[in-house]
């Protein structure tokens, strides 16, 4: 099966983009209320919950990626009962995931309190609390989870978009009723719970009703499991590190540093993962039909999109990373009041955190899609490790400096490099290594640039708070566009990167060529 690369990565950016708004916008309104209607340390407790669940997804192994990975070839060569048998493969080994995480987690309950430095509000059971989210997330193990990943194969994310975005509605308009007429962080919880719950019997019913010819049986012969379990296997150490990153600086800014210091922290920190996620949404939209590229076409084909690809992400990301850094501290201060702002060091080290992070997400969709999980598994355990150790190492005497640059650090010097060892190793041409390097670095350049001076101009202007918030959105927009432009404008690649968006943002007009995505 031929897939419609274009029309699909377009179709999911739109989808994506829009839930993805939706997921930036309302959480930025609940935790105001919550904020205001329950206090900081509820803010704290919620990101610490967030953080040991994914802890305890460390189960999932990986499973999905490799389970996604493995339907690229059957459903290009339209592979009816291999898909049905790793359907069948897949439902098993989430089924053992949602009582291994359900059995860990409750494991886990005696040393809930020792994670929290100092009290908790009053009224609170710790306990019921975390079993209510520890139920929110075995169960969407256990409810037909498996049936997503046919939509991901055949680059239909925007399906699971769509529903995403009419439960996710519902689920936090009623999320700020509750807390605004009951504050009952109980009953919070229980509409989150409900609202995942509906979010998989959704997905599950549009997969049938798109691909009832595939459904859970058949067995795989011993060869291809074997495979599959090393792919897992493989995937371990990434998700160990993602699961580090994500979750450690959490735990100890709890441990260290008590629940006030951490909602501070995590004030700042949904800001980048908002952005983030907003530029995740254009890989997620592209990787399946980057997967499917890769395991159909040549080597120096391959390579060319990851040139286009990269220019047009590393110059989105250099332009968010200046908006970021100028927008910053207004917008905390509109949003959350100047009581809850943190030091201006503190925002130049999350723009460069933000700007590493999204590197690495880049070049990591790249190994993803081509499956080279064997050959990486040791780079993302070695990055998690040295994060963790300088985290411990750094945290009592540099504090949330320490937290944020020992993240940077280990992206780097340790993730990005390795990343570009191996995709040249196994993915690429080796002797365009050299080549993309000075892409990458050149765009890196421009970027730190052009935050420089979008930052320079804005610090000149000295106005009221939401005059400050306007203009310097304009400043920091323009500038860095202005010099990405003057550098790239004549470069063979930006010319190429213009043409492929325009298949992306127009696949029905004149611009009908396939698609290299």
């Known amino acids: 099966m031929k897939l419609e690369r274009t029309k699909n990565a377009a179709r999911n950016i739109v989808f994506d983009g829009t839930l993805e708004m ?116 075995v169960m969407t193990y256990w409810l037909f989870a498996y049936k997503s990943s046919l939509l991901q194969a055949h680059q ?17 308009v009623l999320k700020i009723l509750i807390l605004v007429y009951t504050r009952n962080y109980y009953l919070y919880l229980s509409v989150q719970l409900l609202c995942q719950l509906a979010v998989n019997l959704l997905t599950a019913v549009c997969a049938t009703k798109m691909y009832p010819q595939y459904v859970p049986e058949g067995k795989l012969p011993k060869e291809k499991t074997l495979d599959i379990f090393r792919r897992v296997r493989d995937l371990f150490t990434s998700k160990l590190s993602a699961t580090v990153f994500d979750a450690a600086d959490t735990l100890v800014i709890s441990a260290f540093m008590g629940l006030t210091v951490l909602a501070l922290y995590q004030n700042y920190y949904f800001i980048i993962t908002a952005l983030r996620m907003m530029l995740v949404v254009v890989l997620n939209a592209c990787m399946a039909g980057v997967g499917n590229k890769l395991v159909m076409e040549s080597k120096e084909a391959n390579y060319r999109d990851l040139e286009k690809i990269s220019l047009l992400f590393l110059w989105v990301l250099g332009v968010s990373s200046s908006m970021l850094l100028c927008m910053y501290q207004p917008f905390i201060q509109v949003w959350m009041g100047e009581n809850n702002m943190l030091a201006i060091g503190l925002v130049f080290c999350f723009v460069v955190y933000y700007y590493s992070m999204g590197a690495n997400k880049l070049i990591n969709m790249f190994k993803d899609a081509a499956g080279i999980w064997r050959r990486d598994r040791w780079r993302p355990l070695t990055a998690a490790l040295a994060n963790l150790s300088l985290n411990l190492a750094t945290v009592r005497w540099l504090g949330l400096y320490g937290v944020l640059l020992s993240s940077v650090f280990s992206i780097i010097f340790i993730q990005i490099p390795w990343l570009f060892h191996n995709l040249f190793q196994e993915v690429f041409p080796r002797q365009y290594m050299g080549r993309y390097i000075r892409l990458f670095s050149s765009l890196t350049a421009v970027a730190l640039i052009s935050c420089g001076a979008s930052w320079f101009v804005c610090s000149l202007l000295t106005l009221n708070v939401w005059a400050s918030l306007i203009l310097n959105a304009a400043v920091s927009f323009l500038v860095p566009n202005l010099c990405y432009y003057a550098v790239y404008r004549r470069n063979p690649v930006f010319k190429d990167s213009l043409l492929q ?16 995505i």
């Open 22 to 137: 939706v997921n930036m916008l309302f959480p930025f309104v609940i935790r105001s209320v919550m904020l205001h209607c329950l206090g900081t340390e509820y803010l704290g407790l919620n990101g610490l919950f967030k953080s040991l669940l994914t802890f305890l997804n460390l189960a999932e192994l990986g499973v999905g990626s490799a389970m996604v990975f493995s339907m690229y070839k059957p459903i290009a060569e339209d592979d009816t009962p291999t898909i049905c048998a790793l359907l069948r493969l897949y439902r098993t080994l989430y089924r053992i995931i949602g009582l291994t995480v359900a059995a860990v987690g409750l494991l886990l309950m005696p040393v809930l309190r020792n994670l929290i430095k100092g009290d908790l509000p009053v009224s609170m059971n710790l306990y019921i609390l975390y079993l209510m989210n520890l139920g929110n997330t």
């Open 156 to 172: 239909r994310r925007d399906v699971i978009s769509k529903v995403n975005l009419a439960v996710r509605l519902t689920e936090y």
């Open 501 to 516: 968006l325009k298949r992306i943002l127009l696949p029905s007009g004149k611009t009908t060529q396939s698609s290299n």
